[in-house]
């Protein structure tokens, strides 16, 4: 018989959202507001993942003001818009979906396409800023481009490390360029029209093992490289053997997510989160680097960050974590 691990179980018209062994480990909000929430939950030996989809950021606080539901045979690991009200989800069984959350029926949640290429977990998930290709890392050492269209896997690279993938991303403005990290301690950059695509940044770059990886805007291949030592990394990846432009001590502990809003480099703000409580948000401004938000109302790790649309002078993020809050927090800059 053959396995199927990417059923849909539950799409449930009231679902509970707030379960004992619940961890919140994704959020995700579209351009029209529309948001996302990725859990994962212990059921006897095996783990489930369930996508939960709130109307606006806000209602994400009110577990009661979850429109829909979707519950997957595996942990649900990461999770991003595509495009519209088309998401794509990365499963710890190494499957790969996409989702319409918002159908024309008023449905719910509806499967469009899903397979199974990856070996083990897909712990990382990049999308184009146009939506038609997506990067996965997985931590059978591969990374596969995707066609978001048909979700057609057209490249893929095994082993892409000699360890785990950890982190991936896409260029906001290249779709052939990426950049990948991985527990093998090494980030490599790469242009997937070149016959050899991947360009490895010295490890010498680092005083600590890399533990993740984001571009930082539209308009260079600057690279913001977090460590397992907390610290942030500004590297221009088109001159890898060129000294940082600065290192910036933003957590005490590895930081796991890199989420970058603007794109000005006057202006550029980035939010991370860690192997801690505490969510942070710094500027990325090589001339003048600095924290401007640190909070730490969380009481477990932090595992998920998102920037709504900036509304007038005030800068929101969202962050939920394993404590199964999911929390708003208002910046106010002078930037």
Same mark, same amino acid.
């Given at each position: 018989?053959?396995?199927? $691990?990417?059923?849909?179980?539950?799409?449930?018209?009231?679902?509970?959202?707030?379960?004992?062994?619940?961890?919140?480990?994704?959020?995700?909000?579209?351009?029209?507001?529309?948001?996302? !929430?990725?859990?994962?939950?212990?059921?006897?030996? &095996?783990?489930? @993942?369930? *996508?939960? +989809?709130?109307?606006? $950021?806000?209602?994400?606080?009110? $577990?009661?003001?979850?429109?829909?539901?979707?519950?997957?045979?595996?942990?649900?690991?990461?999770?991003?818009?595509?495009?519209?009200?088309?998401?794509?989800? @990365?499963?710890?069984?190494?499957?790969?979906?996409?989702?319409?959350? =918002?159908?024309?029926?008023?449905?719910?949640?509806?499967?469009?396409?899903?397979?199974?290429? /990856?070996?083990?977990?897909?712990?990382?998930?990049?999308?184009?800023?146009?939506?038609?290709?997506?990067?996965?890392?997985?931590?059978?050492?591969?990374?596969?481009?995707? /066609?978001?269209? &048909? !979700?057609?896997?057209?490249?893929? &690279?095994?082993?892409?490390?000699?360890?785990?993938?950890?982190?991936?991303?896409?260029? #906001?403005?290249?779709?052939?360029?990426?950049?990948?990290?991985?527990?093998?301690?090494?980030?490599?950059?790469?242009?997937?029209?070149?016959?050899?695509?991947?360009?490895?940044?010295?490890?010498?770059?680092?005083?600590?093992? %890399?533990?993740? +990886?984001?571009?930082?805007?539209?308009?260079?291949?600057?690279?913001?490289?977090?460590?397992?030592?907390?610290? !942030?990394?500004?590297?221009?990846?088109?001159?890898?053997?060129?000294?940082?432009?600065?290192? *910036?001590?933003?957590?005490?502990?590895?930081?796991?997510?890199?989420?970058?809003?603007?794109?000005?480099?006057?202006?550029? *703000?980035?939010?991370?989160?860690?192997?801690?409580?505490?969510?942070?948000?710094?500027?990325?401004? %090589?001339?003048? #680097?600095?924290? !401007?938000?640190?909070?730490?109302?969380?009481?477990?790790? +932090?595992?998920?960050?998102?920037?709504?649309?900036?509304?007038?002078?005030?800068? =929101?993020?969202?962050?939920?974590?394993?404590?199964?809050?999911?929390?708003?927090?208002?910046?106010?800059?002078?930037?």
């Amino acid at each position: 018989m053959q396995e199927t $691990p990417t059923d849909q179980i539950v799409d449930d018209a009231t679902p509970v959202l707030h379960e004992c062994g619940r961890t919140f480990d994704v959020i995700e909000i579209g351009t029209d507001g529309t948001s996302i !929430l990725g859990s994962s939950n212990m059921c006897t030996r &095996y783990w489930a @993942g369930i *996508l939960s +989809v709130f109307h606006s $950021p806000d209602d994400m606080t009110d $577990p009661t003001k979850c429109q829909s539901s979707i519950e997957f045979e595996g942990g649900l690991s990461c999770a991003k818009f595509v495009s519209g009200s088309k998401v794509m989800v @990365g499963l710890d069984s190494g499957c790969v979906s996409i989702l319409n959350v =918002r159908p024309d029926s008023g449905s719910g949640i509806s499967m469009l396409a899903s397979v199974v290429e /990856h070996d083990n977990v897909v712990s990382s998930l990049s999308i184009s800023r146009d939506g038609t290709r997506a990067l996965t890392g997985s931590l059978d050492r591969s990374l596969k481009v995707w /066609h978001t269209d &048909y !979700l057609v896997c057209s490249h893929t &690279y095994r082993p892409a490390h000699s360890d785990m993938v950890v982190s991936v991303a896409i260029h #906001p403005e290249q779709n052939d360029v990426m950049v990948s990290c991985s527990e093998d301690g090494r980030v490599v950059f790469w242009d997937i029209r070149m016959p050899k695509p991947a360009l490895g940044i010295p490890k010498e770059q680092f005083a600590n093992r %890399p533990s993740c +990886v984001s571009f930082v805007n539209r308009r260079s291949t600057n690279l913001m490289i977090g460590t397992v030592s907390g610290h !942030l990394i500004h590297l221009d990846a088109s001159s890898p053997k060129s000294a940082p432009s600065f290192e *910036l001590g933003a957590h005490s502990r590895a930081v796991r997510k890199i989420c970058p809003a603007g794109d000005d480099d006057d202006q550029l *703000l980035i939010a991370t989160c860690a192997d801690d409580r505490t969510t942070v948000v710094s500027s990325a401004n %090589p001339a003048h #680097p600095r924290i !401007l938000y640190s909070d730490e109302r969380h009481s477990d790790l +932090v595992r998920g960050i998102a920037w709504p649309v900036k509304v007038d002078d005030r800068r =929101r993020i969202f962050s939920c974590g394993w404590d199964r809050q999911v929390i708003a927090h208002d910046i106010i800059t002078s930037l």
